[in-house]
């Protein structure tokens, strides 16, 4: 079988495909067309989020047997027609979804401890203890939006501390003893913390919007390591000025290309200016699950699933 590999990744990803017997072909560089012009001469793909593979593309490539992903979602894929393709899908949430949660927790209390803010004071010369008195994570609620291996992964870095989590999810009976399951309104009416860990699909798109915050009985912290278009910014800043939300932790933007390697090439909108003035904002280039080890655990991943599957 030959796999052609659009993304460069780890080299253990090519290393073991070579040994199991793949021949491994690169093209990191050629346009989407070029690609589709060469697309039948391979059995499978492996790709991060380099260009959107959509039904023009799995229609040149008659030979596909299978598409892998080095990262957890599926959504630059048509995975419908992929599918009605006989194209077998492989991702790896399980790569970086300890990365994730180390990431959502270091943001979290970050926010709570000020920490950005007084570092910048005290490169400044400014020794401000009062005004950067944080808050303590033990005895607050966390609400959790999407409860697989992100979710999952967050709530297990929340076990050392004395908080109640929850969680929401479209599937059922997915709590454990990390996280309960509740409905959308209890967790609406009690988090202090809410996390996002959802993929983007037609049900996410837009999902954080003025009305949807509104309906927390209380002010909340906010946590995105998941999608940046599952939230409408310029809402979440409205909230940030009210003081429904009392802060944000942002790894995604909505303004971020679909490749996920730069941001929008137009003009700066005003609510991302805000962002990048406001003290109770964190902001990360969509590194959550961007760690050396994470990089290793993904590679080791797809040639796993690969193997499992067609060896």
Same mark, same amino acid.
């Given at each position: 079988?030959?796999?052609?590999?659009?993304?460069?990744?780890?080299?253990?990803?090519?290393?073991?495909?070579?040994?199991?017997?793949?021949?491994?072909?690169?093209?990191?560089?050629?346009?989407?067309?070029? =690609? /589709?012009?060469?697309?039948?001469?391979? *059995?499978?793909?492996?790709?991060?989020?380099?260009?959107?593979?959509?039904?023009?593309?799995?229609?040149?490539?008659?030979?596909?047997?299978?598409?892998?992903?080095?990262?957890?979602?599926?959504?630059?894929?048509?995975? /419908?027609?992929?599918?009605?393709?006989?194209?077998?899908?492989?991702?790896?949430?399980?790569?970086?979804?300890?990365?994730?949660?180390?990431?959502?927790?270091?943001?979290?209390?970050?926010?709570?401890?000020?920490?950005?803010?007084? *570092?910048?004071?005290?490169?400044?010369?400014?020794?401000?203890?009062? *005004?950067?008195?944080?808050?303590?994570?033990?005895?607050?609620?966390?609400?959790?939006?999407?409860?697989?291996?992100?979710?999952?992964?967050?709530?297990?870095?929340?076990?050392?501390?004395?908080? /109640?989590?929850?969680?929401? *999810?479209?599937?059922?009976?997915?709590?454990?003893?990390?996280?309960?399951?509740?409905?959308?309104?209890?967790?609406?009416?009690?988090?202090?913390?809410?996390?996002?860990?959802?993929?983007?699909?037609?049900?996410?798109?837009?999902?954080?919007?003025?009305?949807?915050?509104?309906?927390?009985?209380?002010?909340?912290?906010?946590?995105?390591?998941?999608?940046?278009?599952?939230?409408?910014?310029?809402?979440?800043?409205?909230?940030?000025?009210?003081?429904?939300?009392?802060?944000?932790?942002?790894?995604?933007?909505?303004?971020?290309?679909?490749?996920?390697?730069?941001?929008?090439?137009?003009?700066?909108?005003?609510?991302?200016?805000?962002? =990048?003035?406001?003290?109770?904002?964190?902001?990360?280039?969509?590194?959550?699950?961007?760690?050396?080890?994470?990089?290793?655990?993904?590679?080791?991943?797809?040639?796993?699933?690969?193997?499992?599957?067609?060896?």
């Amino acid at each position: 079988m030959k796999i052609l590999h659009l993304d460069t990744n780890h080299h253990l990803l090519i290393e073991q495909l070579n040994s199991l017997g793949f021949i491994n072909h690169e093209d990191y560089t050629s346009s989407k067309e070029i =690609i /589709e012009s060469k697309i039948h001469e391979y *059995d499978g793909i492996i790709l991060r989020s380099r260009f959107t593979i959509d039904k023009q593309f799995l229609d040149a490539a008659t030979n596909l047997k299978f598409i892998g992903r080095v990262g957890a979602g599926l959504e630059n894929i048509d995975c /419908e027609y992929a599918e009605k393709k006989g194209v077998t899908l492989i991702a790896a949430p399980e790569g970086n979804r300890n990365a994730v949660g180390e990431h959502a927790l270091g943001m979290l209390l970050s926010l709570f401890n000020k920490l950005n803010k007084a *570092d910048a004071e005290v490169r400044e010369g400014k020794w401000l203890r009062e *005004d950067n008195r944080g808050l303590e994570l033990d005895g607050k609620t966390v609400g959790i939006i999407g409860y697989g291996n992100m979710g999952k992964a967050f709530a297990k870095k929340l076990r050392g501390f004395e908080v /109640e989590v929850l969680c929401y *999810d479209i599937e059922q009976n997915v709590g454990d003893e990390n996280a309960k399951q509740v409905s959308l309104f209890e967790l609406q009416q009690r988090a202090d913390v809410l996390s996002l860990h959802t993929p983007q699909t037609p049900l996410t798109l837009n999902m954080i919007n003025a009305q949807w915050i509104n309906q927390f009985k209380k002010s909340f912290w906010f946590i995105n390591t998941a999608r940046g278009k599952s939230v409408i910014t310029k809402d979440l800043v409205k909230a940030l000025k009210t003081g429904k939300i009392l802060g944000a932790g942002l790894d995604v933007l909505e303004y971020e290309k679909a490749s996920f390697e730069n941001l929008f090439s137009t003009d700066m909108p005003e609510a991302f200016q805000y962002l =990048i003035d406001a003290k109770n904002v964190i902001l990360s280039p969509h590194v959550a699950g961007w760690t050396v080890e994470s990089k290793e655990k993904l590679a080791q991943t797809i040639v796993n699933k690969i193997k499992d599957k067609f060896c």
